[in-house]
């Protein structure tokens, strides 16, 4: 429980109401000073990746990263609650990455791409085939539609491991289930394999897509990346 909760819960919902307004106000003062800050880091940041790319090093982007660094990967998010100071970049990647053509090796992500609309998505894939370099490879690992549709129709759905590892045990019906799996935690477009190849290939007809396994790929810098084992749609899509 953070401390604002934890404050949050002495008071009675009408106070919270009567100073809701107040709060909204002060965040907004917050977020106005703290704007040239975030400006000028993003900037400091934004040289600090091009000089990398300058050098010989091999270029990977750990996108959507949260709060999953990983060593020796530029870690990009938009979420500055709790990381701002421990990412490489923060970044809404909605509108594309800010880097130039061809100058990346590698680029990862995982439970990322289900947040975006189609649309961003689509933006988001695009602008990673431009900016990887040929032959330089996506790994997308998330979900997958097609397990979330058949756990509906399993029997035992109620026995499902995951439901007790994220505090889902109050869940009484499977329809409460996929309409949790559908709407919460920011998710836009839920994926199944036909549905990301049709979206890649809207994008790029000639990249080259893989299936993988959680864990596994050719590529050395691709092994044992993801972190859930609820990453069961994983692809690598290789730029022609
Ligand atoms: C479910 S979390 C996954 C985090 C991490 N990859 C993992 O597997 O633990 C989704 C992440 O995507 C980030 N995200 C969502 N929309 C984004 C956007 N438009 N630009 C950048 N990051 C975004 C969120 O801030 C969040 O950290």
């Known amino acids: 429980m953070s401390v604002y909760s934890y404050l949050k819960s002495f008071q009675s919902e009408e106070t919270q109401k009567k100073y809701y307004p107040l709060k909204v106000s002060i965040l907004k003062v917050f977020y106005f000073l703290v704007a040239p800050f975030r400006f000028f880091l993003t900037l400091h940041n934004l040289y600090k990746i091009k000089k990398r790319i300058h050098s010989k090093e091999v270029i990977k982007l750990n996108l959507g990263c949260g709060t999953d660094y990983k060593e020796g990967w530029i870690n990009?998010?938009?979420?500055?609650?709790?990381?701002?100071?421990?990412?490489?970049?923060?970044?809404?990647?909605?509108?594309?990455?800010p880097f130039p053509a061809n100058s990346v090796d590698f680029i990862f992500n995982e439970h990322f791409l289900?947040?975006?609309?189609?649309?961003?998505?689509?933006?988001?894939?695009?602008?990673?085939?431009?900016?990887?370099?040929?032959?330089?490879?996506?790994?997308?690992?998330?979900?997958?539609?097609?397990?979330?549709?058949?756990?509906?129709?399993?029997e035992h759905w109620k026995e499902n491991p995951s439901l007790k590892k994220f505090n889902l045990t109050f869940i009484k019906t499977r329809a409460e289930k996929i309409n949790?799996?559908?709407?919460?935690?920011?998710?836009?477009?839920?994926?199944?394999?036909?549905?990301?190849?049709?979206?890649?290939?809207?994008?790029?007809?000639?990249?080259?897509?893989?299936?993988?396994?959680?864990?596994?790929?050719?590529?050395?810098?691709?092994?044992?990346?993801?972190?859930?084992?609820?990453?069961?749609?994983?692809?690598?899509?290789?730029?022609?």
């Open 180 to 240: 949790i799996s559908f709407r919460w935690w920011g998710h836009q477009w839920l994926y199944d394999y036909e549905e990301l190849e049709r979206r890649i290939r809207e994008v790029d007809s000639s990249a080259i897509i893989t299936k993988c396994n959680n864990g596994k790929s050719d590529y050395s810098e691709l092994c044992g990346l993801e972190t859930r084992d609820e990453s069961i749609l994983i692809v690598e899509v290789t730029k022609g």
């Open 76 to 97: 990009i998010d938009n979420n500055s609650d709790y990381n701002i100071s421990k990412l490489d970049l923060n970044w809404n990647l909605s509108r594309g990455l």
């Open 114 to 154: 289900e947040h975006l609309s189609v649309e961003q998505g689509k933006v988001f894939l695009k602008s990673c085939l431009k900016v990887l370099k040929p032959g330089g490879v996506i790994r997308i690992a998330m979900p997958d539609l097609a397990k979330t549709v058949a756990s509906y129709y399993d």
